[in-house]
Structure formats: C-alpha cells, structure tokens
C-alpha cells in the first residue's frame, strides 16, 4: 500500500465570488426553466432579463439576485407542474379566488421568505424587495399589503 494521500494532493478548489456563485445558480436556473417548459409554452420574459443580468459584464449582485428572484416567483405564479414528467404548462388557476387554499398559501410564503432571505443575506435592498414583492406576489392576491401581511 503506497502512503500517498491523493485527496490531500489535489489543489484546493477556488474560492467563488457571490457574482461567480450567482452566476452559476442563474445558468441552473435558465437551462432548468427551458429544459421544463412544455411543448410550445413560452418562457417567461424574466428568463431573458435573467440571462442578460448574467451575461452583463461587471454587473453586480444586487441585480442577479433579483432578477433569479423575480424568474422564481414567475415561475410559481405562471406555471404548473405535471406531477408525470415535470414539465410546465401556463397555469389557468384563480388565485384571488383560492386564497384558502393552503397550497396557495404556502407558494407564497415560500416565495416572499426568499426574498426577506435576500435581504438579509445584504443581496438585496429592502426597498427594492417591497417593491417585487408588491408587484410581483401581493398583486395577484387582490389584497392590500396590510392584508397580505395578516393572510
């Protein structure tokens, strides 16, 4: 048995930086997304803001991690999932109509705890998260955002 360690003898993995690591989670993402779209179905315009946010040179974090965050919550609301084969087909679900359904409820949660992560995370600026949240999430519910809070 020979004594050398061949773990210990590979180079250590670079270190990413958060850009890089976004960069990365956001080619995921989009190949995810166009991997999974139905037959004929259209991506959501997110995707391409998605991939040029990535593909801009210098461009900054706070950007990446919006517009991943803003193709996931389009992805949730635009979208549902065949349960057979993962493919994804434009939803005809009534949200404002299904508010007590605790599926509903829970998408939602999901979805505006991640962007609070973000924001504590420092990937995202608290006034910019509100205002995604409000557009892209409260909006569909029909409630106010007071109401949302208390849903």
Not at 6 to 29: C, G, H, N, V, Y
Not at 96 to 109: G, T
Not at 114 to 129: K, N, P, Q, S
């Amino acid at each position: 048995m020979s004594d050398f360690d061949f773990p210990s003898a590979m180079p250590e993995k670079p270190q990413q930086t958060m850009r890089e690591k976004l960069e990365d989670s956001a080619t995921t993402f989009i190949a995810d997304i166009t991997a999974r779209l139905g037959e004929g179905v259209e991506p959501p315009p997110e995707l391409e803001a998605l991939q040029a946010a990535r593909d801009e040179e210098g461009g900054d974090v706070p950007t990446l991690a919006l517009k991943i965050y803003e193709l996931m919550i389009e992805q949730g609301m635009r979208y549902d999932v065949d349960p057979d084969n993962g493919k994804l087909t434009p939803t005809q679900f009534d949200i404002k109509n299904n508010l007590d359904i605790p599926e509903v409820k829970a998408e939602f949660d999901h979805l505006y705890k991640y962007g609070m992560e973000l924001i504590r995370r420092g990937m995202l600026d608290i006034d910019v998260a509100k205002e995604t949240v409000k557009e892209k999430l409260i909006k569909r519910t029909g409630l106010t955002p007071e109401e949302f809070d208390e849903w």
